[in-house]
């Protein structure tokens, strides 16, 4: 865009705050801007589904022949030869050898030129049906012939995109309890056409999200549906086999997949929309969209069965114009439905806070909640928004059509069961909101004690990093913790200093560690020191400064080929200023595990901070011995001198170094001793306090249901 129109996006953005005041005027210039800057996502998304959805002329193709499949691709097909082909072609071009598949088309006496283009594809088996039997029959006599475990209905009038295939196996693979698994269907114009459906007590049908944008945060999470379309379909085929197919009560076609995803689910089997499978859908093209004529009339017809069939199950259906759509899609999540804030989504190997809260949801998950979680800053960090997004975990960002957050947790407001806030700060920003709703149970999580580690930065550095002087920070922290339900601290230090201040209803849950469960290198395979940490704190910074302008040359006096790496994240120039032969900086590695193995002894000169350092945790998990300070060993009542070197001043911590360091007796016993103390932390450990807490706040919660 030009400046012509950047100043007219500018001009209408001063007509709103004039009209609605200064916060819809920021969200709305900053959204305006984002276009304008940095280009329409949604645009470009469009574009290159614009690019997938053309049509090619037929011609040959091959396909790789498998002797065992581990999924057969069922395609009935009635004529549109162009776009039986485009569909085989896209199925050539965009899934890989890493799942055998075969591909079975039936060909339910077509009258155009199918039998030739077919004829020109070599490694598919086609059946052909010699009166036209309908896309159940057809299907049914597909599945007859299936050989694989996994029964995938394909439509022909779609072209699938990359990753398909994968999406839908691996959800299967990876949940036990799957009896079918849908896709995301979009289309030709890069609109959305499904996202999951949605069966009303009516018995009617809603596609959820249509010619929406597929891009938008409550189409891209792992999620129970009431069905998914047979467009594209997994299924397990021992279970297709018990139903006998699809039921032949709902010939020719329509709600034969719905009563199909009914059937499994009736019998204890889940169906769930995946929505990285996803595929270019040219809707109506073999049976058309209007409801009165030709087959599409069916659809209507067969309502009403399916309404007979399935009427006590659709008693507990939502009401389409009492409900919603926001409810409705979300029926079948499990409850409590848990709303989870925090100031970015948590990437847990950067940081401990973001380990410990990634934890906590994986636990809230595994005790038969459904956590929403909210980002502060609204951005959909990768790879760790979509891991969430296939745990089943819906994670709000915003999005050019969705730039505030806050409307779109009005939307799901009146169905949550429990509201966990992390910080102070984000307390302050989302509590009123919530508190809209009186009966909704409010979990603050101090993550840790900001006043607390403020008073002793400014102990030591005569500054903090913070707007907020520590007292101010204590009266902040102190009210939300008496307005909340219940607040969350990570030590039993923290918790008795709150006691001591008047605040009851607190929990501890402390960072969750789990155990290094290779084969870990005994002690001469070893060498050099080790830290870690995120460098966007100031605690960090602090200590390894500390660490190599104090410390280290005490030790290197005595072995001054003693090497120092220094792990983490966001690293400050002032932190790589400290690299150099002995002093090793690598910024953010995915990998650590490398650097636990073979360093001797792991050091953590913290002089700073509040609550439970995850650093430690971190290295007792891999056995690795620590030394480290009394503010360092805080909160995890590690016994001094056999859990962890415990000291304090520079001297002292230099000479201890270079004496684990060189005892291997010494060193052994407190490595083997690492591994017990850790497994205080683990996660099956802290779960039984976790379903506690979230049970006795549940009690006093009355959401929508």
Known sequence: ???????????????????????????????????????????????????????????????????????????????????????????????????????????????????????????????????????????????????ADWVCFLN?????????????????????????????????????????????????????????????????????????????????????????????????????DTDLCFALRDRGYDVLYQPQSQLIHYEGVTCGIDETSGVKQHQTINRDKFQHKWQTALQHHCHSQRDGAVLGARRLCARPIILVIDSY???????????????????????????????????????????????????????????????????????????????PQLCEKYFDLLRSRPDLPAIYDTIDLHFLRMQRQEDYMKSNDGDLSWQQMKELELGYARAADATVVVTDVEQKLLAELGIDRVRVVPNIHISYAGTLPEFDARSGLLFIGGYNHQPNVDAVVWLCQEIMPLVWAEDPEMTVTLLGSNPPDGVRELGGDRVIVTGYLADVDPYFLQARLFVAPLRFGAGMKGKIGHSLSYGLPVVTTSIGSEGMGLVAGTDAI??????????????????????????????????????EGLKGSLQSLVSELQSISTPVR
């Open 1 to 147: 865009m030009g400046m012509k129109q950047t100043l007219q996006a500018l001009s209408n953005a001063w007509r709103v705050f004039e009209t609605e005041g200064l916060k819809s005027f920021l969200t709305r210039t900053r959204l305006k801007l984002r276009k304008i800057l940095k280009g329409d996502r949604t645009n470009a998304f469009r574009a290159e589904i614009a690019r997938y959805a053309k049509l090619a002329p037929p011609g040959p193709l091959d396909f790789k022949t498998v002797s065992q499949p581990e999924v057969s691709i069922i395609i009935p097909v009635h004529n549109q030869s162009s776009y039986t082909y485009n569909c085989l072609k896209s199925l050539h071009q965009r899934t890989t050898d890493k799942i055998p598949f075969e591909i079975i088309v039936i060909d339910d006496a077509s009258t155009d030129d199918t039998t030739e283009v077919l004829q020109a594809i070599a490694g598919i088996r086609v059946l052909r049906n010699t009166t036209n039997l309908g896309f159940i029959q057809s299907c049914n006599r597909g599945i007859e012939e299936a050989r």
């Open 646 to 683: 415990v000291c304090d001043e520079p001297g002292v911590f230099a000479k201890e170094v270079l004496s684990l360091y060189g005892d291997r007796d010494r060193w052994t016993k407190m490595s083997a001793q690492s591994l017990r103390t850790i497994q205080r932390f683990g996660p």
């Open 345 to 423: 989504v948590p990437a847990y190997d950067r940081e401990s806070g973001s380990c410990r809260l990634f934890h906590i949801l994986k636990l809230l998950l595994e005790l038969g909640c459904t956590p929403i979680f909210l980002p502060n800053n609204g951005l959909p960090a990768e790879p760790y928004t979509s891991e969430l997004q296939q745990m089943g975990i819906e994670v709000l960002y915003t999005t050019p059509n969705q730039p505030d957050l806050q409307l779109q947790l009005r939307d799901r407001l009146p169905m949550l069961d429990l509201a966990w806030v992390c910080r």
């Open 156 to 256: 022909n009038d779609t072209q699938i995109l990359p990753g398909w295939l994968e999406a839908l196996v691996q959800t299967m693979r990876s949940h036990s309890n799957i009896g079918a698994v849908g896709s995301k269907l979009i289309y030709a114009d890069g609109r959305l056409q499904e996202a999951g459906g949605i069966i009303w007590q009516d018995a009617t049908g809603c596609n959820y999200g249509r010619l929406n944008s597929p891009q938008e945060p409550q189409y891209n999470y792992l999620r129970p549906v009431d069905y998914c379309s047979a467009a594209s379909l997994l299924v397990r085929a021992d279970l297709l086999a018990d139903l006998g197919g699809f039921s032949t009560d709902f010939l020719p076609a329509y709600y034969e």
